[in-house]
Each structure stands twice: as structure tokens, then as C-alpha cells.
């Protein structure tokens, strides 16, 4: 579990894009946008008598967008899903932690159908407007009785987004959620939202949940678009493990309820709302990413000057993927032979001699060659719980950041046991 | 460290191969064939008093060919030795441990160029005809002073593969080496290996060193084919940590002194020769991932029925670098799921209802439905020093065999105290 400050944050407080402003609100999250409502139950899928069922309930049908999971074994509720979003709107999603559904075959697929009827009866919508969402061990049944029991349990209410924030953590020790007020050319809405961790967490979606909502509205063409953009700056900028899961989804639902004109690519307005989304979703990645299993330290890793984008994405993902980085971060052992390794078998075109690497403030490589430097000053910033580390490969103008995590021997214990 | 029972290898113990017979040799090493001498000294690169400079050396002029990391930074001795390697021919080879002389400029090319003109002096050859290699920490300089000291102390012998198999161990807790005897045709040869893990392991070479040797008369063409066949099916098969070094070399020595007509390709020599060079390298890699950094078990994970041998050599790679499959098996955790996760974001095509899973003997996935299993029976499997996984893709008739090691707290503890 890392701590961040809210320090670090301060630079986001207040954003100004163009005419926007845009302002984290405090103990924001899901349910902080206008007219929806969330709730969740202990319904006894985990084995400790924690919160595993729950609900994000619309007052008004969305438009909705979501990103899947690239791995080819998709578990059921991620099918499910999948083929009820071709219509582009939704108005609930039911979700569990504990069980993945995965893996589990016309059976998996009967239960996820279930799962959305019996949503769907509790909140009076029909079951095509219902997702489902669901995360832990693979290859299990869902315990469909214990969610028949359950679900009628869950209340819903405008503050439920805290509780839905902890039905759907496994591994997580901390809920993660967060909103943002924007407000532009004389629009008012809110984008909020939550998500989880933290093993099986990977680039290309990462492997997590996020469920995004937003009282803006939005043309559901540009609402793809936004999505997209905002994962890859984010989700899809995060590593824990290099593994990634069959149940991977980020959601997003716009029920208009604040009254804007339709957002439509191009507008001022759309540029707000990218910038927040943006915003929305690297915070929450950065607290994925912090929150890694077994995590004690997030670290940050900016790679400047390359070629393209796409090879600042690739050095920078290579980088904080490493395990043998990750390791000597853990120790605080200054080996940053080890960072100069990664980014050689990135498979971007480096030029040795032109490289500069900065731990923290400190440069460590100058054009290549090591240089000399404080070995405290070094040890200091090794022990900071973020650790920033900044390769400039001097071969362009295009720089990433992606975001990762120390690797324990927690790590190791958690994953070594997750089952038994 | 993983005991690897010789009862295992019975099967390669006598492989008969059209007409040609290849025997393991018992306590066979890198200076088994002909005219090969080694030997090692302590010369103090390493913190405890432990060998760590060596010479290989042999009596007549070798054709030579090796492979080389694919890393982008490449240290200063494989920029030299691959350099020299253009001629085809080489005599020597000196090596150290505990220094990577990589990151390290000009300094580090001159520094390996020392270290090849002190080899040459004291067996009286051209330093063109040495090669080095270096392997331990990225970014140190070579203790020069101890090299010129130690280079002297090092004595050459027909049984100091021995010797030389330890003075290039940095982490591994086990020398590997192993020698052949093959018969074909009424000709006879030798081939014989050394090589080194344990960290920084992963397909493209693994990251490792491998010295080959052989008294057979090899054609080059013919040499450099085998020798990447070879490295194909065993080094590129391998994978510790995902993550590869600038170091990373395999090298061939072929010194003719067996007397045999130069083995061409397409001869019947030539599928002998390459059978039995690709068990030795298949028995050195199987060593590498079985003493990974804190492994205690070996994975073996095959798979079979893949459409190609490209996609079944992907997904075999991607399921044994998986950190949860590794974590899960290094707990004995049950946790199959995980594997069929692995291989379907493996990026090979996969259709979820026709895998079968085999973990040991035992089905515990057919048609991609877990199939009851006696867990106690699974236990058993999970908790031996070698765990073979087993997965039919049933799309096609291609196999291959990926080996590893599972994740223990000890890697963690290892890598985050490497300089410390």
C-alpha cells in the first residue's frame, strides 16, 4: 500500500483548458455525477465477510462506450457485455468481486444472463440495459445462490459509489475513486469514477475494472473516441506484472442529466472533456499502479526525446515492467545498469552513447557513461514511496510516462497463494 | 537451486539417430573434446573469495560462429568479440564474472581489449584470435589491476572446464556443463558446453553465456546453422524474468582435431551433429531455468496442436514467463486459470473451447471446461522439483517446449540486494 500525498496532486487542482476549468472534487467518485446511484452487499463470494456485490444504477439511460480485454479467453460477463454495448446505451451494471466468471463455458454464460435479470428486476429496466462486471479467481462457477440472496440486499443511493469502490477491490487494500467538476463555455458536468487492481495488471487495458460516469452530454461517437484516448494515456500506461486478465473492462456511461448541448468532436467543449477524462483515468491508473500487489512504492517512468509516440509508450511500459528494475527499486539498490537493459530490449532504436538517465533529480548517465553522484542523495530518492525515473534518449521530441510499482517478496506471497 | 534426478534424462542417455549412436559423458564438460583446455583463478573481481577469471583455450586453430544479445546496448566485450568474429576463427576465449563491463564507453572497449591482449600473451597468440566475455553488475569498470594480476595465475588443463564452469557463475547456484560422444558413419566427436544463468533470463538468447566445444571438423556455414537450430530449440526456450541482457552470448568452437571430413550440411554427419548439439543445449537450458535466481522447481510447459510452430513456440514462452503461472506454481497453488489466462493473451490464436490442460498426468481442463480432478493428486504434482504443463491448442500439429522456473520471495530478495 503506498501513501501519495496529496501534494502531489496540488498541480491538478485547478487545470485551466481554454475557457474550462476543471477541479478534483473532494471524496469524488462514481456516483458524484448527477443521477447516479450505486450500492453494494457482503453476499458472501469473497471468503472474509466483506463488500463483493454491487450496483450502479442511471436515473436516465446512457450512452455508453467501453474497452474490452485482448485476451482471447474472455470470460463470460466480459461476452455479455461486449454484445449488449453494440447498442451503445446502457442504464446499470452489476458487479462482483471474488469469482471471475472465466472460463466457465455456456454454464458462465447462463449465470452472467442471470446475474443482469436479477439486477435488472431489482431496478425495474430491462436485462439489454444491464452490464455485468465481474473479478477474482478464474475458472469457478459463480455461487449463483449466494447472488440471488444477495442482490436484493444492495440499497441504492447517491453516495453508494464509496461502497461500490470496495465490492469490486480482490487484491486491492484501497478503494480507488475519484471525480472532477468541469466547467466550460457556461456547461456545468461532473465525470467520476472507479476502479481496481491490482495483479494480472498489464498494458493493453491493463488488467482492471473502471466503470467512468459522467452527467455530460455526450455524442456517443465522440464518447469512443474520448475513451480510447484517455486509456491509452493511462490504463494502458500501467504494469504490475505483465500479465493480463480475461476480465479486463473500462466503461463509461453519460446520462445527460446536466442539461449541455450534445458534445460533439472538435468543440471547445470536447477538449474540456478529454482533458478531465484524462485526468479521471490517470489518477486512477497512478493509484492501480501504487496499490500493486505487494507494492511499496510507485514509481514513474518518463522517457523524453524519442523518435515517436509510440516508442516513448514502448521505452517508457518496457522500463517499469521490468522485474529486475522493479527489484532493485524495492531494495533501493542504486543499479541503474539495470534501467539502461530494459530500455535496450525495448526493441525502440537507442543510441547508447546519447542517453541521459535521471533518478529523481539526479542524473546517473550522462551521453552513456555513468557519471558520479551522491550515493545519500541516490539512497534518498530510493526510498521516496514514488520513485521517478527519466530517460532522455536524445533522438526526438516525444515523451510518455508510464506507471508501476516496486516488486516484493509480498508479491510473491500473494500470488503464491491466492487460491489455497 | 532444483536436483534435477539423472533418472530424468535416461532417455537421452543413448539416442540413436539413422546410424549414428550420442552418449552423455559422465562428468563432460567444455574441455571434453580434444585439444580444449581451461582454468580459472580467484582474482578478487567477485566480493567473496570465489573464482572468477577464466581461459579457454585450445590446441589448434577453431572455426568459431556465435550468437549475440539482441539487446540494443551492447558491452564492451560483445561489441569486441563479435567484431573479431567476422574472421570465423578463434583459439581463445577469457572471461570474467562479477563485472559486466557494460555501460562503460570507451574505457570498457579498451578494457576488453586488454583483457584479450593479456589472454593472448600468456598462451602465445595473436589477440585478434581472443575473444572475451564478461558477465555481473552494468556500469562498473573492469578492476583492470585485478585482471593483470590474476590473468598470470590462471593455469590451463585438460579437466579445467570444470574450473572455467564456475568462474562465469554470478548468481547461479550450480555449475552447468555437459558433454556428448557421438558416433556417425565411423566417425567419432565430441561436443561439449558451458554455460551460466540465472537472471536477466528470457527468450532471444536468454540472457546468458554459452561456451560450446567440439574436436569434430565443421564446415562454417554449416556451424553457424546448427548452432542457431540449436540455440532455437533450447536458449530461446528459456525464460527467467522477462528481462534480457546487454551480455548475453552463445559461441561454438569447432577445432577438427577428431580427424573427420568436414561435416557438411544436409550430410548424414550433419543430422547427427545437430541432434546432439541441440542436447546439450537443451540440457544446459533446462539447467539455467531449473537454478533460476530463487527457484525452487523447473517449469516445463509444452504445447501442442498449435497451427504453427512460431505460434506453439509464442505460447510455450508466454505461459513459463507468466509471474503469476510462476508464483502460483511456486506455492503449489492450484490456480490453472492463471495458465489459461497466460495463453490467451499470449497472442496466438486460441479457441477457448478446444483447449485441453494437463497439469503432470492430469486433465484439468478439457474442451476449455475444468474437468473434477483429485486435488490431492494435483498437490503431489505441484509440490515436485519439476512441474510439466501440458496444453493442446487442437487447431493444428505443431509442438514445442518452453522451460522456467517458478517465482519465489528469494528472487525478490536477491534482485533488490544485487549492489547493496
Known amino acids: 500500500m503506498v501513501k501519495i500525498s496529496l501534494s502531489c496532486y496540488v498541480h491538478y487542482d485547478i487545470v485551466l483548458v481554454m475557457e474550462a476549468r476543471i477541479e478534483f472534487i473532494a471524496s469524488g467518485g462514481v456516483t458524484s455525477a448527477q443521477g447516479f446511484n450505486a450500492g453494494a452487499t457482503a453476499a458472501g463470494i469473497k471468503k472474509k465477510d466483506a463488500l463483493d456485490l454491487g450496483l450502479l444504477f442511471s436515473e436516465a439511460p446512457c450512452a455508453a462506450a467501453a474497452l474490452f480485454t485482448t485476451n ?53 429496466v430491462s436485462p439489454e440495459e444491464v452490464l455485468v462486471v465481474s ?113 479486463d473492462m473500462v466503461l463509461i456511461m453519460a446520462n445527460g442529466l446536466a442539461g449541455n448541448e450534445p458534445i460533439l468532436q472538435g468543440s471547445n467543449q470536447a477538449g474540456a472533456f478529454q482533458q478531465a477524462l484524462d485526468q479521471v483515468c490517470i489518477y486512477l491508473a497512478k493509484r492501480i499502479a501504487g496499490d500493486g500487489e505487494g507494492a511499496s512504492k510507485l514509481i514513474e517512468v518518463t522517457v523524453s526525446g524519442a523518435p515517436s509516440i509510440a516508442e516513448a509508450r514502448l521505452a517508457a511500459r518496457t522500463v517499469v515492467s521490468s522485474p529486475l528494475v522493479k527489484a532493485a527499486i524495492h531494495g533501493g539498490d542504486p543499479n541503474w545498469g539495470r534501467i539502461m ?53 536524445n533522438l526526438g521530441t516525444a515523451t510518455a510516462t508510464a506507471w508501476g510499482c516496486d516488486l516484493s517478496e509480498e508479491y510473491v506471497t500473494i500470488n503464491s497463494q491466492y487460491m489455497t
Do not use: W
Not at 479467453?73 to 457485455?81: F, G, H, N, R, T
Open 341 to 393: 537493459a530494459a530500455v535496450g530490449r525495448s526493441g525502440v532504436e537507442v543510441v547508447e552513447s546519447k542517453i541521459d538517465l535521471y533518478l529523481g533529480n539526479i542524473c546517473v548517465v550522462r551521453e552513456g557513461r555513468p557519471v558520479s553522484f551522491s550515493k545519500r542523495e541516490l539512497l534518498g530518492v530510493l526510498s521516496d514511496s514514488e520513485v521517478p525515473i527519466g530517460l532522455q534518449l
Open 135 to 247: 473479478t477474482g479467481v478464474i475458472g469457478l462457477p459463480l455461487p449463483m445462490e449466494l447472488i440471488r440472496a444477495g442482490i436484493g440486499q444492495v440499497i441504492l443511493s447517491g453516495d453508494g459509489g464509496h461502497e461500490l469502490a470496495r465490492a469490486i477491490m480482490t487484491t486491492d487494500t484501497l478503494p480507488k475513486e475519484t471525480a472532477v467538476a468541469v466547467s466550460v463555455d457556461g456547461s456545468e458536468f461532473i465525470i467520476g469514477g472507479v476502479a481496481k487492481g491490482s495483479g494480472m495488471i498489464h498494458p493493453n487495458l491493463a488488467t482492471l475494472l473502471c466503470l467512468l460516469t459522467t452527467d455530460a452530454t455526450v455524442d456517443i461517437g465522440f464518447l469512443h473516441l474520448a475513451l480510447r484516448k484517455a486509456v491509452d494515456v493511462s490504463f494502458n500506461m500501467v504494469s504490475i506484472d505483465g500479465d493480463t486478465s480475461p476480465n
Open 72 to 124: 482471447r479467453i474472455k470470460a463470460a460477463p466480459v461476452v455479455l457485455s461486449q454484445q449488449r454495448l453494440k447498442s451503445g446505451r446502457a442504464v446499470a451494471v452489476v458487479v462482483n468481486s471474488g469469482c471471475a466468471n472465466a472460463c466457465t463455458g455456456e454454464q458462465g454464460l447462463r449465470d452472467a444472463a442471470e446475474m443482469a435479470e436479477l439486477a435488472a428486476e431489482g431496478v425495474g
